[in-house]
Nanobody, 123 residues
Framework: QVQLQESGGGLVQAGGSLRLSCAAS????????MGWFRQAPGKAREFVAA????????YYADSVKGRFTISRNNAKDTVFLQMNSLKPEDTAVYYC????????????????WGQGTQVTVSS
């Protein structure tokens, strides 16, 4: 069983930065992956970024490439999402997700989820 806890959301002006963290407890190894998804009001949950815990692979949604960076700590129990040049359209609840055995970009591939953290970008 894997449990995930996000932190770091908040209110920021357009052009600003925020760093989200996701602490994982449970059995996660190099071949496992963690990702970030987001859901804005009235919209479907969408993929943001994902990383293989070995650090060998990372994927990004086109909408955040060049602005967001996903990383993990050496202990492989915390994943970060550094968000720069934030835009009002980045406003959403951001969810951390975990899966075993490989990286994925679809929410249905991730059985483990955090409770979410709100990110609000004002114009």
């Amino acid at each position: 069983q894997v449990q995930l806890q996000e932190s770091g959301g908040g209110l920021v002006q357009a052009g600003g930065s925020l760093r989200l963290s996701c602490a994982a407890s449970g059995r996660l190894f190099n071949n496992d992956a963690m990702g970030w998804f987001r859901q804005a009001p009235g919209k479907a949950r969408e993929f943001v970024a994902a990383i293989l815990l070995s650090g060998e692979s990372a994927y990004y949604a086109d909408s955040v490439k060049g602005r967001f960076t996903i990383s993990r700590n050496n202990a492989k129990d915390t994943v970060f999402l550094q968000m720069n040049s934030l835009k009002p359209e980045d406003t959403a609840v951001y969810y951390c997700a975990g899966r075993l055995y490989g990286i994925g970009t679809r929410s249905t591939q991730y059985p483990y989820w955090g409770q979410g953290t709100q990110v609000t970008v004002s114009s």
